[in-house]
């Protein structure tokens, strides 16, 4: 289904006028191409959120009571996304906080060492960084236990945000686990504001994780709060189930209904290894998923979101094309995949050459 060009705006300023008015124009013209000038200097894409360690068992398949042992790893979905987008060649910065410890410390290294700007991480002296350990299931699906009463993540105040960082930024993502404790529930409504008076794109991967949150109406209710702000949003076949209150995901009225909002340019579905589903305002469709062994499914989501939104930094208005987006949506599939062929989230995190790689081998081939 093509595109509408019918409700597209080709400008916001009148022709004509007097004088002033004309000058007026330039100078607003001129301010925004210095302001596009700062953007392309300054990190493209913040990401806001947790970063922690998680700790994997050794062999998959066990309960985490089973496990002969663990390996430490970073984790955090946000953190995830801002290394996942410098990984192919994008520039990304993390926004949030860690405790002033050891752990702390080698997240911010680890995120130094990957090309992520760091200038808004904060270090809490009285709280630790968070630990999830993580269960791996025989087919690679994941299970967690969260250590966080409260970790330091949880504790980023708004006087603590970098917003220039912010303003400066074409993109703004988070997730929804900074929504559920204050002071961090306010410190991402404000960041959220600063961003959205900037100009930035609001993008939204809620990344459910249910155990965190008091209760399930609570998970439901926080993550649907802030809903209506977001310009993209990813989600999965469960979250719509889950806030739907039980809807068959793959229905596309369920998803135009109960999830497509008025401000919403794009809305994203994915479908693990069968690729993603998507819409906007104008057509939807679906990108279908390639095929590999799947070793472990951490990060998944966040790498095909780190592939989006490098594409989408590079061309805003992307979601108005449908064969462009068509193309960034089977380039995200491929950075999610190539993922989970791997033990991990970050280590496992695609470069650009070896998703272009994939996409040429996944190709079919002329007969």
Request: proline letters at 5%; charged letters at 25%; hydrophobic letters at 40%.
């Amino acid at each position: 289904m093509a595109s509408s060009r019918n409700n597209m705006m080709i400008g916001c300023f009148p022709i004509g006028g007097s004088f002033k008015r004309t000058t007026t124009t330039t100078q607003l013209s001129s301010s925004k191409s210095k302001e596009r000038r700062e953007r392309k200097k300054n990190p493209q894409v913040v990401c806001f959120g947790e970063l922690l360690i998680d700790f994997v068992p050794t062999v998959a398949g066990v309960s985490l009571a089973e496990a002969p042992g663990f390996k430490k790893a970073p984790g955090g979905a946000p953190a995830n996304v801002a290394v996942g987008i410098s990984r192919l060649g994008g520039s990304a910065a993390f926004l949030g906080k860690v405790g002033d410890d050891e752990f702390g410390h080698m997240l911010a290294n680890i995120l130094k060492e990957n090309n992520v700007d760091t200038s808004g991480m904060r270090f809490d002296k009285e709280a630790r960084t968070a630990l999830a350990f993580v269960t791996l299931r025989a087919d690679g699906e994941r299970e967690f236990m969260f250590f966080r009463n409260p970790s330091a993540d949880m504790l980023l105040t708004e006087a603590e945000l970098n917003k220039d960082l912010i303003k400066k930024s074409t993109i703004f993502h988070y997730g929804s686990i900074s929504l559920i404790e204050e002071p961090c529930k306010s410190a991402h409504l404000a960041a959220m504001q600063v961003a959205k008076k900037a100009g930035c794109i609001l993008s939204y991967d809620p990344n459910l994780r249910l155990a965190l949150w008091p209760s399930a109406e609570a998970a439901r209710t926080g993550i649907m709060s802030i809903w209506d702000q977001a310009d993209i949003i990813k989600i999965s076949e469960e979250e719509i189930e889950f806030l739907t209150g039980g809807d068959n995901p793959y229905d596309d009225n369920v998803v135009l209904t109960k999830l497509f909002h008025p401000n919403l340019k794009l809305l994203i579905v994915t479908e693990g290894p069968n690729g993603c589903r998507y819409y906007t305002k104008d057509f939807h469709g679906k990108v279908g998923g390639v095929k590999v062994k799947c070793v472990d499914t951490t990060g998944a989501g966040d790498a095909f979101v780190g592939g989006l939104l490098n594409s989408l930094a590079s061309n805003p208005q992307l979601f108005k094309d449908e064969k462009k987006l068509r193309a960034a949506l089977r380039f995200a599939n491929v950075c999610g995949a190539i993922t989970v062929t791997q033990r991990g989230a970050i280590p496992s995190l695609p470069t650009k050459e070896v998703v272009l790689k994939k996409l040429e081998e996944a190709e079919p081939k002329p007969k």
